[in-house]
Nanobody, 124 residues
Framework: QVRLVESGGGLVQAGGSLRLSCAAS????????MGWFRQAPGKEREFVAT????????YYTDSVKGRFTISRDNAKNTVYLQMNSLKPEDTGVYYC?????????????????WGQGTQVTVSS
């Protein structure tokens, strides 16, 4: 059984930082593209970042470039999202995702597995 378990969310002031973690089990972790999505209240879930299985290829949505960094530790079956210079508009539930291709994961249409989400709230 595949499980993706996020942690690290919380309440932070604007300008602060958080580090999200997603621990995976039940899958060959380094064979999957891993990604982060978020969903703000009343909005659709949106792509945030992806990283290829080997860690060499990353993509970010424009609004987080230069502030967020995705990374992974294949020995620990864990993917991370370091979030700096947080803004109130970054508030939402952050989800971990695993899929076969970067394009497919970014589109959300080819995500094989989702985590349950972790809440991030940025106060102004």
């Amino acid at each position: 059984q595949v499980r993706l378990v996020e942690s690290g969310g919380g309440l932070v002031q604007a300008g602060g930082s958080l580090r999200l973690s997603c621990a995976a089990s039940g899958l060959t972790f380094n064979a999957y593209v891993m990604g982060w999505f978020r969903q703000a209240p009343g909005k659709e879930r949106e792509f945030v970042a992806t990283m290829s299985g080997g860690g060499s290829i990353t993509y970010y949505t424009d609004s987080v470039k230069g502030r967020f960094t995705i990374s992974r530790d294949n020995a620990k079956n864990t993917v991370y999202l370091q979030m700096n210079s947080l803004k109130p508009e970054d508030t939402g539930v952050y989800y971990c995702a695993a899929g076969d291709t970067s394009r497919g994961v970014r589109a959300g249409s080819q995500v094989r597995y989702w985590g349950q989400g972790t809440q991030v709230t940025v106060s102004s």
